[in-house]
């Protein structure tokens, strides 16, 4: 249904940023129509939800430990999603992925999402 192409990962000492990027390619619907969320995993721990936007980008919803250094957008007009990343700290270290999901709820269980990226790896050091 979508594609989705996640970029921006990369190497950065604690207290610094990045920003990653998801493209999404759409075939039937408009991407307007896709919630969006980021989701990520560290080495031998789950998958963790860590934020979703709504279809225009007016509601969003942050896990707690990133409330306040995350901020998530879209741009409709391009078919991608953001993830601006501030005050970063070693414990988000963790492979980040891009979900889509046709609805009109904000989601944040994994299962819930059925259209997923192949993940950025973000490393921050100590």
Avoid: H
């Avoid at 998801?22 to 919630?35: D, E, I, K, L, Q």
């Avoid at 919803?61 to 991608?80: A, E, L």
């Avoid at 009109?104 to 299962?111: A, C, E, G, P, V």
């Amino acid at each position: 249904q979508v594609q989705l192409v996640e970029s921006g990962g990369g190497l950065v000492q604690t207290g610094g940023s990045l920003r990653l990027t998801c493209t999404a390619a759409v075939r039937t619907f408009s991407f307007s129509n896709y919630y969006m969320a980021w989701f990520r995993q560290a080495p031998g721990k789950e998958r963790e939800f860590v934020v979703v936007v709504s279809g225009d980008g007016g509601r969003t919803m942050y896990t707690d430990s990133v409330k306040g250094r995350f901020t998530v957008s879209r741009d409709n007009s391009k078919n991608t999603v953001y993830l601006e990343m501030n005050n970063l700290k070693p414990e988000d270290t963790a492979v980040y992925y891009c979900a889509a999901r046709r609805s009109s709820i904000l989601s944040i269980t994994t299962d819930l999402y059925d259209n997923w990226g192949q993940g950025t790896q973000v490393t921050v050091s100590s």
